[in-house]
Protein backbone atom coordinates (compact mmCIF):
# COMPACT_ATOMS: atom_id res chain seq x y z
CA UNK A 1 0.00 0.00 0.00
CA UNK A 2 0.78 3.46 -0.61
CA UNK A 3 -0.25 6.45 0.85
CA UNK A 4 -1.39 9.50 -1.36
CA UNK A 5 -1.84 12.56 -0.38
CA UNK A 6 -5.05 14.71 -2.56
CA UNK A 7 -4.83 18.12 -3.61
CA UNK A 8 -7.48 20.43 -4.93
CA UNK A 9 -6.96 23.44 -6.94
CA UNK A 10 -7.90 27.22 -5.43
CA UNK A 11 -11.51 27.37 -5.91
CA UNK A 12 -12.49 24.30 -7.02
CA UNK A 13 -15.66 22.73 -5.80
CA UNK A 14 -15.37 19.56 -3.58
CA UNK A 15 -14.92 15.89 -5.64
CA UNK A 16 -14.49 18.16 -8.78
CA UNK A 17 -11.87 17.32 -11.82
CA UNK A 18 -9.33 19.64 -10.25
CA UNK A 19 -7.16 17.41 -7.93
CA UNK A 20 -3.76 16.00 -7.98
CA UNK A 21 -2.38 12.94 -6.29
CA UNK A 22 1.47 12.45 -4.82
CA UNK A 23 2.79 9.23 -3.75
CA UNK A 24 4.93 9.25 -0.61
CA UNK A 25 7.57 6.61 -1.94
CA UNK A 26 10.97 7.00 -3.48
CA UNK A 27 11.01 8.48 -6.62
CA UNK A 28 13.54 6.68 -8.72
CA UNK A 29 13.09 9.22 -11.69
CA UNK A 30 14.39 12.44 -9.28
CA UNK A 31 16.67 10.48 -8.22
CA UNK A 32 18.34 9.21 -11.56
CA UNK A 33 17.87 11.90 -14.02
CA UNK A 34 17.38 14.77 -10.97
CA UNK A 35 17.05 18.01 -13.72
CA UNK A 36 15.14 16.37 -15.96
CA UNK A 37 12.57 15.37 -13.31
CA UNK A 38 12.68 18.96 -11.62
CA UNK A 39 11.83 20.32 -15.31
CA UNK A 40 9.31 18.16 -15.84
CA UNK A 41 7.19 18.74 -12.95
CA UNK A 42 7.75 22.38 -13.36
CA UNK A 43 9.13 22.43 -10.13
CA UNK A 44 11.47 26.03 -10.77
CA UNK A 45 12.53 26.47 -6.97
CA UNK A 46 13.72 23.11 -6.42
CA UNK A 47 15.82 23.22 -10.24
CA UNK A 48 17.28 26.49 -8.74
CA UNK A 49 18.38 24.56 -5.58
CA UNK A 50 19.25 21.95 -7.53
CA UNK A 51 22.27 23.78 -9.78
CA UNK A 52 23.10 26.55 -6.29
CA UNK A 53 23.69 23.30 -5.17
CA UNK A 54 25.55 21.04 -7.65
CA UNK A 55 27.39 23.45 -9.69
CA UNK A 56 29.33 24.79 -6.45
CA UNK A 57 30.01 21.47 -4.98
CA UNK A 58 31.20 20.04 -8.59
CA UNK A 59 33.57 22.93 -8.70
CA UNK A 60 34.72 22.21 -5.07
CA UNK A 61 35.36 18.77 -6.03
CA UNK A 62 37.67 19.59 -9.20
CA UNK A 63 39.60 21.66 -6.77
CA UNK A 64 40.11 19.31 -4.39
CA UNK A 65 40.79 16.67 -6.74
CA UNK A 66 38.46 13.89 -4.88
CA UNK A 67 39.14 10.84 -5.43
CA UNK A 68 37.00 9.00 -7.50
CA UNK A 69 34.65 6.71 -4.95
CA UNK A 70 34.03 9.53 -2.73
CA UNK A 71 32.94 11.71 -5.53
CA UNK A 72 30.85 8.57 -6.72
CA UNK A 73 29.02 8.58 -2.95
CA UNK A 74 28.53 12.39 -2.35
CA UNK A 75 26.75 11.97 -6.11
CA UNK A 76 24.62 8.97 -4.72
CA UNK A 77 23.94 10.55 -1.57
CA UNK A 78 22.35 13.38 -3.28
CA UNK A 79 20.43 11.40 -5.35
CA UNK A 80 18.99 9.47 -2.77
CA UNK A 81 18.05 12.69 -1.20
CA UNK A 82 16.55 14.29 -4.25
CA UNK A 83 14.64 11.08 -4.56
CA UNK A 84 13.34 10.35 -0.65
CA UNK A 85 12.35 14.22 -0.58
CA UNK A 86 10.31 14.44 -4.25
CA UNK A 87 6.61 13.91 -2.67
CA UNK A 88 7.58 16.66 -0.70
CA UNK A 89 9.05 18.79 -2.86
CA UNK A 90 6.01 18.57 -5.01
CA UNK A 91 3.69 19.11 -1.97
CA UNK A 92 5.37 22.12 -1.10
CA UNK A 93 5.18 23.37 -4.66
CA UNK A 94 1.59 23.05 -4.79
CA UNK A 95 0.82 24.49 -1.36
CA UNK A 96 2.95 27.43 -2.65
CA UNK A 97 0.72 27.43 -5.35
CA UNK A 98 -2.31 27.92 -3.03
CA UNK A 99 -3.62 24.18 -3.95
CA UNK A 100 -5.49 22.16 -0.55
CA UNK A 101 -4.55 19.25 0.88
CA UNK A 102 -7.90 17.81 0.93
CA UNK A 103 -7.14 13.93 1.69
CA UNK A 104 -4.64 11.17 2.44
CA UNK A 105 -6.15 7.90 0.57
CA UNK A 106 -4.23 4.14 1.20
CA UNK A 107 -3.91 2.61 -2.12
CA UNK A 108 -2.10 0.13 -4.62
CA UNK A 109 -1.54 3.05 -7.31
CA UNK A 110 -3.28 6.32 -8.57
CA UNK A 111 -5.87 5.34 -9.82
CA UNK A 112 -7.43 2.86 -6.90
CA UNK A 113 -6.78 6.31 -4.80
CA UNK A 114 -8.39 8.56 -7.17
CA UNK A 115 -11.43 6.04 -6.98
CA UNK A 116 -11.32 5.91 -2.92
CA UNK A 117 -10.95 9.79 -2.80
CA UNK A 118 -13.96 10.34 -5.17
CA UNK A 119 -16.30 7.55 -3.51
CA UNK A 120 -15.45 8.96 -0.01
CA UNK A 121 -15.93 12.52 -1.32
CA UNK A 122 -19.90 12.30 -1.11
CA UNK A 123 -19.50 11.00 2.52
CA UNK A 124 -17.35 13.52 3.69
CA UNK A 125 -18.30 16.72 5.93
CA UNK A 126 -17.06 20.43 4.61
CA UNK A 127 -14.32 21.68 6.69
CA UNK A 128 -15.42 24.93 8.22
CA UNK A 129 -11.93 25.54 9.93
CA UNK A 130 -8.46 26.04 8.07
CA UNK A 131 -7.22 22.19 8.79
CA UNK A 132 -4.34 23.14 10.86
CA UNK A 133 -6.54 24.96 13.45
CA UNK A 134 -8.56 21.76 13.72
CA UNK A 135 -5.76 19.16 13.46
CA UNK A 136 -3.37 20.66 16.13
CA UNK A 137 -5.74 20.56 18.94
CA UNK A 138 -6.90 16.66 18.27
CA UNK A 139 -3.70 15.40 17.38
CA UNK A 140 -0.26 15.31 18.71
CA UNK A 141 2.16 17.41 16.42
CA UNK A 142 5.24 15.75 15.53
CA UNK A 143 8.82 16.67 16.28
CA UNK A 144 9.26 20.00 14.47
CA UNK A 145 6.09 21.49 16.46
CA UNK A 146 3.66 21.74 13.01
CA UNK A 147 0.96 18.95 12.61
CA UNK A 148 1.83 16.65 9.76
CA UNK A 149 -1.09 14.34 7.85
CA UNK A 150 2.06 12.10 7.29
CA UNK A 151 4.67 10.66 9.41
CA UNK A 152 8.32 12.24 9.44
CA UNK A 153 10.25 9.57 7.53
CA UNK A 154 13.65 11.09 8.32
Known amino acids: MVFFTVHERPGATAGGDDIR???SRFSWGAALFT???LLWHRLWLGLLGYLL???P???LLEIIDIADPADLAIGAAIAYLFGSSAAGLRRWTLERQGWKLV???A???AMEAELRYRR???HRAPVTAPV???ATTAVPMNSGGTFSPLPRLI
Open 21 to 23: LIA
Open 35 to 37: PFW
Open 53 to 55: LML
Open 57 to 59: LGV
Open 103 to 105: AVV
Open 107 to 109: AQD
Open 120 to 122: DAE
Open 132 to 134: SAV
